[in-house]
């Protein structure tokens, strides 16, 4: 289209337009949709800080192993993962449902909160934990009860080893006598039991964790293989069966020599409920590779899944394992889509305010602009009504006068282009009211001469009186 003609149509445009009308409208629904913004802004999160805080385990453990995984994959999206070390399990809980504990995460093992803790979330079972009985000796011994009498480690205090070490033993009444259950676990209780302090170590972890495969490689130790397993699983709910294949540690050495039956239960990685959303997605996210490998115990991608253990599971873990990652974080960097995912509030007010108002704003401008005009029609049909009455008030001329007055005013109106049908009917019904009162003007002189020139038409046409 050449310039002159876009220009032309461009004028024409905005001759439509009257900008007074517009401005009347626009600033009252700006001011309307501001304040929708205002309210909704309260309640935009704060952008996720950057470090997170995740209580962890023993050296050697399995927790430590997953919690120096996970740093890099926080720190690649610029959040800095600080790990603690603890005893295990039961310290961790104590730490994160603690208000005073600046934390974030921790590691739970399967079965250490009945209580089910309020304020604590969890993100889903991470892996599995079997119970690993080790004892020295050569192999043959399968029920618990036969180590009694005998030393036995069964984890530091606040380990989770220790408190399900504790309630198996229990089961078979062997819980009572401390003096011969020693708070040792980790590597200090591998380094007892290969040194002869001790007599038996339960230890509770992952199949790859440095004590764990130590005393599997170890000499002069043995493994049990758990004859009552199923019976275990019944009795506590959170202990699963497990079985470990013969020679699926190692086929040269053939380790270990036969089927070894197990009860595991699961570690979990727990939040607060008040833990910022973003770093929720980050450690979901950093937990998916970190736990997706195959193990002995499980096929790949198995883990990590959204069995929530003691706690209820994170709304957005659920989201999670159900969906994937956000869908923004799947295609933006995390901090793009952290950023659009905190904005999402201001939908509201745009879906709420905004999207009816501009649907409602033309119907209004036209009501604005046809209202400027229909005010006048009330003025002269009252000019008419009392202008043409029998007995009227004031004189004809002055109601005249009157409709001279409308018309005047009706004629500084700015009406669009697009409304100017509305204004010329205006201006011909002016036009028509005025043509009616001129005419019963001109009527009412014109009946007058004829009511006067009708006596003297009739005496001018008498006969004159006389007699023959």
């Not at 070390?85 to 603690?98: C, P, Q, T, V, Y």
């Not at 070490?165 to 819980?175: E, N, V």
Request: overall charge neutral; hydrophobic content about 45%; proline content about 7%.
């Amino acid at each position: 289209m050449p310039y002159t003609l876009r220009a032309s149509a461009l004028r024409n445009w905005l001759r439509q337009l009257s900008f007074r009308d517009m401005f009347a409208l626009g600033v009252p629904a700006l001011l309307i949709i501001a304040a929708g913004f205002w309210f909704a802004a309260r309640y935009i999160k704060p952008a996720p800080p950057d470090q997170a805080i995740i209580s962890c385990g023993a050296s050697g453990s399995a927790y430590e192993s997953f919690c120096a995984r996970y740093k890099p994959l926080f720190e690649q999206y610029g959040i800095t993962l600080e790990t603690r070390d603890s005893a295990g399990s039961i310290e961790n809980l104590k730490r994160i449902s603690d208000p005073e504990q600046t934390l974030d995460f921790a590691f739970i093992q399967g079965g250490s909160a009945p209580d089910h803790p309020p304020g604590l979330l969890s993100l889903g079972a991470a892996y599995y934990e079997p119970v690993w009985v080790f004892y020295r000796g050569r192999p043959g011994l399968e029920r618990l009860d036969q180590l009694k009498g005998m030393r036995i480690g069964i984890g530091a205090e606040g380990s989770g080893t220790r408190h399900l070490a504790l309630q198996m033993l229990a089961a078979h009444g062997m819980d009572t006598d401390r003096r011969r259950l020693l708070p040792l676990g980790g590597t200090d209780g591998v380094a007892a039991l290969l040194h002869r302090r001790i007599d038996a170590l339960i230890v509770v972890g992952a199949v790859h964790s440095a004590s764990v495969w130590s005393l599997l490689y170890a000499d002069g130790v043995s493994l049990m293989s758990l004859a009552q397993a199923p019976a275990y699983s019944r009795r506590f709910p959170h202990l699963s069966l497990l079985t470990l294949p013969r020679g699926a540690i190692d086929f040269v050495r053939d380790i270990p020599p036969r089927d070894v039956s197990l009860v595991a239960t699961q570690a979990y990685v727990a939040a607060r409920e008040d833990t910022h959303p973003a770093l929720i997605d980050l450690m979901l996210g950093a937990m998916k590779p970190a736990h997706a490998e195959a193990t002995v115990f499980q096929r790949p991608g198995e883990f990590p899944k959204a069995d929530a253990g003691d706690f209820e599971l994170h709304p957005r873990a659920k989201r999670f394992y159900e969906a994937g990652p956000p869908f923004l974080q799947r295609y933006l960097p995390f901090s793009i889509a952290n950023l659009l995912d905190r904005m999402l509030v201001l939908l509201v007010p745009l879906l709420a305010l905004a999207l009816p108002l501009f649907k409602i704003l033309p119907q209004l401008y036209v009501w604005r602009v046809r209202s400027k005009l229909y005010r006048w029609y009330g003025e002269l049909k009252d000019i008419e009504r009392q202008a043409l009455m029998d007995d009227p008030p004031r004189s004809r001329a002055e109601w005249l006068d009157d409709l001279e007055r409308v018309e005047m005013a009706v004629s500084r109106i700015t009406v669009p282009l697009a409304h100017s049908d509305y204004y010329y009917q205006l201006r011909a019904h002016i036009h028509m009211v005025r043509r009616r009162l001129q005419g019963e003007a001109a009527a009412a002189p014109d009946a007058g001469e004829a009511a006067t020139a009708a006596p003297d038409a009739s005496r001018a046409t008498a006969k004159p009186g006389g007699t023959d």
